[in-house]
């Protein structure tokens, strides 16, 4: 007989997050002692903070299994990157010879710092035996953030970093753009209720994962929200539906809140001053962000 099924594989990208590598633990802990049975596979990328050492007591205590994904840092493009990323995580899941009955794909940096209830994700995980549903996300709280992996009938994003790249002239047109473009999205996705929708993520989703070995979150063509792209083979190959789950909560991370114009700003320009400066070269004009 081969290893007991489990019913729960996570699979995390983790740079800089030492922080939240505790409360990330402490979930998967209290989800075994709940009674599940739970496998997790983490890609560490390049950390300067306690991450890689978190990780490796971490595995050394058996928690998780710690993937190689330093050749990321070869990619300059992010979600490029993440997308590679992503793939050698799903790789090494379907290497392992696991058949986890669930997949449960999850960002643990701030978004994880306060994580959902138990009961929560196991109510959301029974939702993937609705018929035509592949896919649940959790909410997120005061407001959904994650715009770029949304797709409906009605609305798309994925020209929403080129705009925000060109709002970037100054911070009061950086802000106006949040004001006009971003927040009033993140506030209508914002609900009691269950939203349907083609594509979502939000620091969390769920897949059965017979479904998610058929995705693919590798790219060609335009660079979009490897979300995105996987979501969308998935909703073309079972022609089904994705679920964002209003009682699987996240908190809003800070930096993706909706925020007044002060603190907007000062936001933006404690992060300018703590980019690195180049070497040997000219300081040129850096945008608001």
């Known amino acids: 007989m081969g290893p007991p099924r489990p019913d729960f594989a996570f699979l995390a990208l983790a740079k800089d997050c030492a922080a939240t590598i505790p409360p990330f633990l402490e979930l998967l802990q209290t989800l075994r002692r709940s009674g599940s049975s739970v496998a997790a596979f983490v890609g560490e990328n390049g950390s300067r903070d306690g991450t890689q050492a ?43 010879g696991l058949e986890p009955r669930v997949v449960c794909v999850l960002d643990i ?39 770029l992996a949304y797709e409906d009938e009605d609305r798309s994003f994925t020209t929403l970093l080129d705009e925000l790249a060109i709002s ?41 994962a017979e479904t998610y070995r058929l995705g693919s979150y590798r790219q060609a063509g335009p660079i979009i929200c490897e979300h995105l792209v996987f979501n969308r083979r998935l909703a073309a190959l079972t022609g089904g539906a994705m679920l964002i789950d209003p009682d699987l909560v996240l908190r809003t991370p800070r930096d993706h809140a909706e925020q007044s114009f ?28």
């Open 54 to 96: 978190l990780l490796d007591q971490a595995q050394r205590r058996g928690e998780l299994i710690l993937v190689p994904t330093a050749f990321m840092a070869s990619e300059p493009e992010r979600l490029r990157r993440m997308a590679l990323g992503r793939e050698r995580l799903k790789s090494e899941l379907e290497a392992s």
């Open 109 to 147: 940096d701030n978004v994880i710092a306060v994580p959902p209830s138990i009961p929560a994700l196991l109510a959301a995980a029974a939702k993937l035996d609705r018929p035509g549903v592949f896919g649940v996300s959790a909410s997120s709280r005061p407001h959904y953030y994650d715009l």
């Open 168 to 208: 970037r002239s100054g911070i009061v047109q950086y802000y106006r753009f949040f004001r006009s473009r971003i927040y009033p999205h993140q506030r209508a996705l914002t609900s009691d209720r269950e939203i349907s929708c083609a594509s979502t993520f939000n620091g969390l989703c769920l897949y059965r």
């Open 262 to 289: 002060l603190p907007f700003a000062w936001r933006r320009f404690r992060k300018l001053i703590s980019q690195p400066r180049p070497r040997h070269i000219s300081l040129p004009n850096l945008p608001a962000e």
